[in-house]
């Protein structure tokens, strides 16, 4: 089974939702049945690939490619889009200020994430912790 999922992105109205159903596949892929703690690890994988395309056309870009990998320790997210800049990070979120929300869910949900610049915009990456069901079915 593939331990890598990359999916080159089209845009358009509904692009999150369909990363979204690929990324719960993924995970259904490689985990399987899930405990609690498992499934509210999925649910953070499947929030921040939305906020990660969010972040991506609120600073005007545009999403191309969603990659995942799955590592021995979690699942690692990496959103490229075509906007400028590195994405900055976020002590507090602001009410009302949804740009802000982002990137302060992404350091909170997350056991680390950063940003890679690309010739045209940026890859933005987070890992995220997740429970094996089987500690002996763990990645390599």
Do not use: K, N
Not at 4 to 32: E, F, I, K, N
């Amino acid at each position: 089974m593939a331990r890598s999922r990359r999916y080159v992105l089209g845009g358009g109205p509904g692009t999150a939702a369909r990363l979204r159903d690929l990324s719960a596949q993924a995970v259904r892929d490689w985990y399987g049945p899930l405990s609690p703690a498992a499934r509210t690890a999925a649910d953070d994988v499947l929030l921040l690939v939305t906020e990660l395309v969010g972040h991506a056309l609120r600073r005007g870009g545009a999403p191309y490619e969603l990659r995942l990998d799955r590592s021995a320790d979690g699942v690692w997210v990496q959103v490229s889009d075509t906007a400028p800049g590195r994405p900055l990070p976020q002590d507090e979120h602001h009410a009302g200020q949804p740009s802000t929300a982002c990137l302060y869910l992404v350091q909170r949900l997350a056991a680390a994430w950063g940003s890679v610049p690309r010739e045209h915009g940026r890859t933005v990456w987070c890992e995220v912790p997740f429970p094996s069901a089987d500690p002996s079915a763990r990645a390599v």
